[in-house]
């Protein structure tokens, strides 16, 4: 069973950081691309940050040079540093794995979410 655990939520002033973490258990971590989704009150869910299994990132436009995504494989962990943050970035934040296989059938796992809150 996949499971995936996401902490570091929480209020934060705007301007400041916080650092998410997320880490699976139940699947072969260093196989798998990892993301980071959001979805903030009456929006859609948002594609935040991806990193590939060997290390390749990419970013939404809205948080490109303020959000850097890394990962642990040996902690079976991703991180979500996000800095200067903004009221806009208020949302629950999702953590995601993506298992896929040679056979083209692709599993995603999604984490139960974690609160972020931008507020002065």
């Known amino acids: 069973q996949v499971r995936l655990e996401e902490s570091g939520g929480g209020l934060v002033q705007p301007g400041g950081s916080l650092r998410l973490s997320c880490t699976a258990s139940?699947?072969?971590?260093?196989?798998?691309?990892m993301n980071w989704y959001r979805q903030g009150p009456g929006e859609e869910r948002e594609l935040v940050a991806s990193?590939?299994?060997?290390?390749?990132?990419d970013y939404a436009d809205s948080v490109k040079g303020r959000f850097t995504i890394s990962r642990d494989n040996a902690k079976s962990t991703v991180y979500l540093q996000m800095n200067s943050l903004k009221p806009e970035d208020t949302a629950v934040y999702y953590c995601?794995?993506?298992?896929?296989?040679?056979?083209?059938?692709?599993?995603?796992?999604w984490g139960q979410g974690t609160q972020v809150t931008v507020s002065s």
């Open positions: 139940g699947t072969v971590f260093s196989n798998n691309a």
């Open positions: 990193i590939s299994r060997d290390g390749k990132t």
């Open positions: 995601v794995t993506v298992e896929s296989y040679l056979n083209g059938e692709v599993f995603d796992f």
